[in-house]
């Protein structure tokens, strides 16, 4: 088929996305000399990684050849190839950049380095063009990138913005409608973790729902200043007081009802608490309880903007134990209260408790847990947090007490990311001061370079292990008894969890079994992926929490 005089298959498309993406990287370098316009920025960014993130999606690549995108129908086919051709033209064609959007390169430089504009694109025609064309120009406004002397007429700039949010509108039309949130939670991961600071507020206000919400999140994590506003539940406003779990490092999770006093309303709550460590300094302590704010803090910003895309319950805010206080002078014992995320429904269960509950689990339904929990984590890790205790006992899901059918398990895909007592900013000049103390030798779910720190890695290894347990619907505490194994050390568990990835893609299939391998091994593929930035958050949607959403039973 011809479109244009351009035969339409995956050369033509690759081609036409290429110029597109080159198109949009010169923009990207030339505006990124204006260091006075952050929306402008933010707004650009945002419109530069969606097409990128579209790309990806659909396998534009020279592995790929767009696969994806070629079993769509061929006018799909043909309208994103005119799509891309508009993205290229609008972002490289000289007249347009020139007469539509000001842009113009400064003649100063031009006469004392005639060869300058080649250091940002060396092979770029249209810079070839535009400093013949602008040699002359006197423009007395000057900015300076990597030598470059650029003017850009930011009220016309806008337009062009508006034409590319307009052009990734256009293309994401195409993009299935079950997939939409995948391509967003990508956005997120590619744009927040970005240490550029100044962007955050306008990404706050961003129209993209994951991008807003992540970027709220990190600025929760950067702020110090407004610890005092935590909201606190008073304990007399707690009854019912049920132990429903015994954790591992032997803390509790408490279900009860709570009634607000102004307004009478009474409604159920899960108490989780935060077991307090003897061991620490008063100033360690100090700063324990700083970060437990700072999860409450992030918490309310999420609870109001979307908590169930973060697969965290609604959060009430914190509490205190008044016995604890009482027979231990000098330390506090603090709680985080969430809400139930429907107040009809029965009391919860954790995951754990699930595998010897619930009988046989659809394989669809834990392909949707396990996805559900990987995007959760992955936003967690685009606002620059770490959990640091994520186990099959703080996942938990809800009972309906109205179902289709009395055996039915849809409402485990639904689980929720609870355990949060050592959650920490993803910092540089964060150290961790605790980590979960299981009884017993070791922790099945801990990375066994723990002693070097935790990281977002150690995250996604305990993720792999939970992800280990849903294929074979089974804690790995019980594959450990009943195989009658005999390990002590976290390494013996890790190389066991490895090799048994084989068996296990027998169960789940062999993309599943490969993103499992992939969480426990911290292979990304390449070149090692490093902990800093956003390279790792990005890896981790691409090739865990894409490739689980692309499982089917």
């Not at 990404?203 to 935590?230: G, R």
């Not at 077991?275 to 409450?296: A, F």
């Not at 936003?379 to 620059?384: D, E, G, Q, V």
């Amino acid at each position: 088929m011809e479109v244009g005089g351009i035969v339409l298959g995956a050369v033509s498309l690759l081609a036409g996305f290429k110029g597109a993406v080159d198109g949009l990287q010169l923009l990207s370098d030339i505006y990124h000399s204006f260091e006075d316009a952050s929306f402008y920025g933010v707004k650009f960014e945002v419109e530069k990684q969606r097409l990128q993130i579209w790309g990806e999606f659909f396998g534009f690549n020279d592995h790929a050849k767009c696969e994806k995108l070629r079993a769509q129908p061929e006018v799909a086919q043909s309208l994103v190839l005119y799509i891309l051709m508009e993205f290229q033209d609008a972002s490289t064609n000289l007249d347009i950049m020139i007469a539509k959007y000001g842009l113009k390169l400064v003649d100063t430089n031009m006469k004392t380095t005639p060869n300058a504009h080649t250091k940002l694109q060396p092979k770029s025609e249209l810079l070839d063009k535009l400093a013949d064309a602008q040699r002359k120009s006197d423009s007395k406004l000057k900015w300076w990138k990597k030598g470059m002397p650029w003017t850009l007429d930011l009220a016309k700039f806008e337009k062009l913005l508006d034409r590319l949010e307009y052009l990734n509108d256009s293309l994401e039309r195409i993009v299935p409608r079950v997939d939409l949130a995948l391509l967003t939670q990508g956005l997120a991961s590619y744009l927040v973790p970005n240490p550029n600071t100044s962007y955050l507020d306008a990404f706050k206000n961003s129209s993209q729902q994951y991008v807003a919400m992540c970027a709220a999140a990190k600025q929760v994590k950067l702020t110090s200043t407004i610890m005092s506003e935590v909201p606190m539940v008073p304990w007399s406003s707690i009854s019912s007081v049920y132990v429903a779990e015994t954790l591992s490092d032997g803390s509790t999770r408490v279900l009860a009802v709570h009634q607000d006093s102004s307004t009478g309303f009474a409604q159920k709550i899960i108490i989780d608490w935060k077991e307090p460590n003897s061991n620490l300094s008063v100033s360690e302590r100090d700063e324990v309880l700083t970060r437990i704010k700072g999860m409450c803090l992030l918490f309310q910003e999420i609870s109001q903007n979307g908590s169930d895309h973060f697969r965290v319950l609604p959060c009430l805010g914190l509490i205190e134990d008044p016995e604890y206080a009482r027979q231990h002078t000098g330390h506090k014992k603090h709680g985080f209260v969430f809400a139930y995320p429907n107040q009809d429904a029965n009391r919860p269960e954790s995951l754990y408790q699930g595998f010897a509950s619930l009988g046989n689990v659809p394989i669809g339904t834990r392909f949707r847990l396990a996805q559900n929990l990987a995007s959760g984590i992955l936003l967690l890790h685009s606002s620059k947090w770490l959990h640091k205790n994520i186990c099959s006992q703080n996942v938990l899901f809800f009972h309906p007490k109205r179902v289709s059918h009395p055996a039915s398990t849809e409402h485990v895909a639904s689980g929720y990311l609870t355990g949060f007592s050592y959650s920490r900013p993803d910092s540089p000049n964060q150290v961790s001061l605790e980590r979960p103390q299981t009884k017993g030798s070791f922790d099945f779910y801990r990375h066994p370079d723990y002693e070097k720190g935790h990281s977002r890695l150690n995250d996604i290894y305990s993720l792999g292990v939970v992800l280990f347990e849903i294929g074979h619907w089974k804690s790995i505490r019980t594959v450990y008894d009943q195989m009658k194994l005999s390990y002590t050390k976290e390494a013996e568990i890790k190389s066991f969890l490895v090799d048994n990835c084989t068996a296990l893609a027998a169960r789940m299939g062999e993309i599943y079994a490969s993103v499992v391998k992939r969480c426990l091994t911290s292979d990304f593929g390449g070149s090692p992926i490093s902990n800093d930035e956003g390279e790792l958050v990005r890896a981790f949607w691409s090739l865990v929490v894409r490739e689980l959403d692309s499982c089917r039973a």
